[in-house]
């Protein structure tokens, strides 16, 4: 009796859900328009976006409130004294992403306005961290990670240098300069940790101080024989399956072999096909952005988010993306993943700062070595806000990159293998 019974209630649950899918499909609704965005609203969001997630670290600096104000989660089993790097980390990785923007010229824009404040409250914030008796005076001088910082600190100046070196005063460029011949007492990983310990000495070398050949031959040395082929160097003699090849690897080797071989210390060759490689690797990062803008989660330091997409987002600024890969299709496919990432995920505390995780805080998948400083790398996915607003990069219409094509039977390039 009560199974009969059961099976009339289920039969009378399905008549009314039949029902009502059958009266919703005799409502005839209107289509909804298709909203265009041009690319003068996906450089708003992205400014605006990156102008949120360093502005703490940057103005915090400035004003002499770094390390007052920035909160420090540490991963679970975290095994650094974070209290010595989590604050260089913050603000050397902040540098490096934020630094193609910084050097554009003001304008009376909002979006200038923004980059004026954090360009002159940054040039301020540096004079503060190599001052030994500024509460803020950041930790060259010991534990192993400050070699990893400064690297982008170097970076950056790089990246940067009318912008972010050539202003400094006398004083603080000397203080710079001691803070990173004071990073030669160490020595790091066996991995792309070279790279930081040779791009540190390039950027001494840059700005005429006299580098350490040693620590530049053996960077160059190891990372060409890691090369794997195809686009993608092994993390040291083991191959790795992960994003370091963007983090760092192709990023921080053209950087590097772009003063090597601006002070002929390489033929312009090596440098050309460091360019090359790094290209390569850029074709594969933007066939990783999925047609909703999410990307897959794997390897380590997925905490550093947008970082992902250093190696694209640099390509596209050097104007050197392959011929089928439009800039503005890399420009839409990488809006798209910032719409995922930081609109979809409460990355941020209630103060504005970055929180450990991927999408949300989601502390349990950092790694050892990552705390809240660390976070800060996301902003390398953003180096390509260092091409002027009337580049084409911004101006022409959004485009479908490639797996959005590939998902929605457009017609789009085959992949292949390169032999450089």
Same mark, same amino acid.
């Given at each position: 009796?009560?199974?009969?019974?059961?099976?009339?209630?289920?039969?009378?649950?399905?008549?009314?859900?039949?029902?009502?899918?059958?009266? #919703?499909?005799?409502?005839?609704?209107?289509?909804?328009?298709?909203?265009?965005?041009?690319?003068?609203?996906?450089?708003?969001?992205?400014?605006?976006?990156?102008?949120?997630?360093?502005?703490?670290?940057?103005?915090?600096?400035?004003?002499?409130?770094? #390390?007052?104000?920035?909160?420090?989660?540490?991963?679970?089993?975290?095994?650094?004294?974070?209290?010595?790097?989590?604050?260089?980390?913050?603000?050397?990785?902040?540098?490096?992403?934020?630094?193609?923007?910084?050097?554009?010229?003001?304008?009376?824009? #909002?979006?200038? #306005?923004?980059?004026?404040?954090?360009?002159?409250?940054?040039?301020?914030?540096?004079?503060?961290?190599?001052?030994?008796?500024?509460?803020?005076?950041?930790?060259?001088?010991?534990?192993?990670?400050?070699?990893?910082?400064?690297?982008?600190?170097?970076?950056?100046?790089?990246?940067?240098?009318?912008?972010?070196?050539?202003?400094? &005063?006398?004083?603080?460029?000397?203080?710079?300069?001691?803070?990173?011949?004071?990073?030669?007492?160490?020595?790091?990983?066996?991995?792309?940790?070279?790279?930081?310990?040779?791009?540190?000495?390039?950027?001494?070398?840059?700005?005429?101080?006299?580098?350490?050949?040693?620590?530049?031959?053996?960077?160059?040395?190891?990372?060409?024989?890691?090369?794997?082929?195809?686009?993608?160097?092994?993390?040291?003699?083991?191959?790795?399956?992960?994003?370091?090849?963007?983090?760092?690897?192709?990023?921080?080797?053209?950087?590097?072999?772009?003063?090597?071989?601006?002070?002929?210390?390489?033929?312009?060759?090596?440098?050309?096909?460091?360019?090359?490689?790094?290209?390569?690797?850029?074709?594969?990062?933007?066939?990783?952005?999925?047609?909703?803008?999410?990307?897959?989660?794997?390897?380590?330091?997925?905490?550093?988010?947008?970082?992902?997409?250093?190696?694209?987002?640099?390509?596209?600024?050097?104007?050197?993306?392959?011929?089928?890969?439009?800039?503005?299709?890399?420009?839409?496919?990488?809006?798209?993943?910032?719409?995922?990432?930081?609109?979809?995920?409460?990355?941020?505390?209630?103060?504005?700062?970055?929180?450990?995780?991927?999408?949300?805080?989601?502390?349990?998948?950092? &790694?050892?070595?990552?705390?809240?400083?660390?976070?800060?790398?996301?902003?390398?996915?953003?180096?390509?806000?260092?091409?002027?607003?009337?580049?084409?990069?911004?101006? &022409?219409?959004?485009?479908?990159?490639?797996?959005?094509?590939?998902?929605?039977?457009?017609?789009?390039?085959?992949?292949?293998?390169?032999?450089?």
């Amino acid at each position: 009796m009560i199974i009969r019974f059961s099976v009339i209630i289920l039969l009378f649950s399905l008549c009314i859900s039949t029902t009502g899918i059958a009266q #919703k499909q005799n409502i005839k609704t209107k289509p909804q328009e298709k909203v265009v965005v041009t690319g003068a609203q996906d450089r708003e969001y992205w400014s605006n976006l990156l102008y949120k997630i360093a502005s703490p670290v940057i103005l915090n600096l400035a004003n002499g409130t770094l #390390k007052k104000n920035m909160p420090v989660e540490k991963a679970p089993g975290y095994g650094l004294d974070d209290t010595k790097v989590t604050y260089l980390e913050a603000v050397g990785r902040t540098m490096a992403g934020i630094a193609p923007w910084l050097s554009l010229p003001d304008d009376g824009t #909002k979006e200038g #306005k923004m980059r004026k404040q954090l360009r002159e409250a940054l040039l301020k914030g540096i004079t503060h961290a190599v001052d030994p008796n500024h509460p803020d005076y950041l930790n060259f001088r010991t534990e192993q990670q400050p070699i990893v910082d400064a690297a982008y600190i170097a970076q950056a100046f790089l990246r940067a240098p009318k912008a972010l070196w050539e202003p400094l &005063d006398s004083v603080t460029k000397k203080r710079v300069a001691e803070e990173f011949k004071a990073l030669r007492t160490r020595t790091g990983a066996y991995n792309n940790w070279l790279l930081f310990a040779g791009i540190n000495e390039v950027f001494l070398l840059s700005i005429g101080e006299q580098p350490d050949p040693v620590r530049i031959e053996f960077a160059k040395r190891k990372i060409l024989e890691w090369y794997q082929g195809d686009g993608w160097y092994s993390d040291g003699p083991s191959f790795s399956m992960d994003y370091y090849n963007s983090y760092v690897i192709h990023p921080m080797l053209v950087d590097f072999f772009k003063v090597l071989s601006d002070k002929k210390r390489i033929k312009a060759e090596d440098y050309e096909t460091a360019v090359k490689r790094m290209v390569r690797y850029a074709e594969f990062t933007e066939r990783f952005i999925a047609p909703d803008g999410s990307y897959p989660p794997f390897g380590r330091s997925i905490t550093y988010r947008t970082a992902a997409f250093q190696a694209l987002a640099q390509t596209a600024l050097m104007e050197k993306l392959p011929e089928y890969i439009a800039p503005a299709q890399v420009r839409s496919g990488l809006t798209a993943v910032m719409h995922r990432i930081y609109d979809g995920c409460n990355n941020f505390d209630s103060n504005g700062w970055l929180v450990l995780g991927f999408c949300g805080h989601q502390p349990q998948i950092a &790694d050892y070595y990552t705390s809240t400083g660390s976070l800060y790398m996301a902003t390398l996915g953003f180096l390509t806000l260092g091409l002027p607003a009337d580049h084409k990069f911004w101006t &022409d219409p959004a485009s479908d990159w490639t797996s959005k094509k590939a998902w929605s039977s457009q017609p789009f390039k085959k992949d292949y293998h390169v032999d450089y």
